[in-house]
């Protein structure tokens, strides 16, 4: 683990917090990652620009969106990272799903790693629900054969039966969230990358989801949870990750990083 963090005089020990934690097999080993993005202060929008301006410089400034981040991921573990808008949180995980190169370190993940970054990326709001189910799930790796095998389970699961041949361009959002939750749990993986989809379809849907993804934990699947939802980090992980710009700030108990989460955000506030 990396880190060590400054909250309210107390220095976080991540070397204390793993030796509390029970040994679990690791299914993701992320060591030493950084990001950097170089963002352009200016930039020409049109041919035209470009071509009355061909040798106009273009001012940059280099954005340091992670720097040397390093945890682990046991198998059947859920890992919380959360931090500020801005703290890098989405581009670990994008680094982890492999959407990012880094820029330095090592990512090693022991078995299948699925992403679920954005629910229904790749849906086609003209088709049915039965051609989307199909393009969803072999986006999501499956083969064509399983993504028509696990149609009905979809199906039922989103609870769609009545709306089955409508195309998704008459879903409500709701229905098309709770459509690709049930296309994503189908998906047979070791690691689960999860940034913000937990808040899906209405409070009953939710409850439904979080006792899907408990019953894969008990099966060993490790999760990565990306969420500002402290109370989802508190309810249902076993370890949580303060970021701020870049940085890993703390690691330990959930409840710890949360207090500190919101001393982050709040300074002059006290928690608890």
């Known amino acids: 683990m990396t880190g060590g963090a400054l909250t309210n005089g107390h220095v976080a020990d991540p070397a204390a917090d793993a030796a509390a934690q029970p040994k679990r097999s690791p299914v993701l080993v992320v060591e030493g990652v950084s990001k950097t993005f170089r963002v352009p202060h200016e930039r020409a929008f049109t041919l035209k620009e470009r071509a009355l301006h061909p040798f106009r410089s273009s001012e940059h400034h280099m954005l340091e969106a992670l720097r040397d981040v390093s945890f682990e ?41 699925s992403p679920f970054i954005e629910l229904g990326v790749g849906f086609n709001a003209n088709l049915r629900a039965r051609d989307n189910v199909l393009l969803n799930g072999v986006m999501l790796g499956m083969t064509p054969d399983r993504a028509r095998d696990c149609f009905d389970e979809v199906i039922e ?21 709770r459509l690709a939750f049930a296309v994503m749990i189908q998906v047979d993986a070791d690691v689960l990358l999860i940034d913000e989809v937990l808040a899906v379809g209405d409070a009953v849907f939710q409850r439904k989801c979080l006792e899907t993804l408990e019953r894969k934990r008990e099966q060993g699947c490790g999760v990565v949870l990306v969420t500002h939802d402290m109370d989802a ?32 955000n709040f300074p002059g506030e006290q928690t608890g």
């Open 157 to 177: 699961y989103a609870g769609l039966e009545e709306f089955v041949d409508l195309k998704l361009k008459n879903y409500s959002s709701g229905m098309q969230v």
């Open 233 to 264: 980090v508190v309810r249902t992980c076993d370890r949580a990750i303060l970021l701020d710009r870049g940085r890993v700030v703390e690691v330990g108990d959930p409840g710890q990083v949360a207090e500190s989460y919101h001393r982050l």
């Open 73 to 113: 991921l046991g198998s059947g573990e859920w890992v919380g990272i959360v931090g500020r808008n801005g703290s890098g949180k989405s581009t670990l995980l994008k680094c982890v799903a492999g959407i990012y190169r880094a820029d330095r370190g090592r990512i090693a993940a022991r078995g299948r790693l």
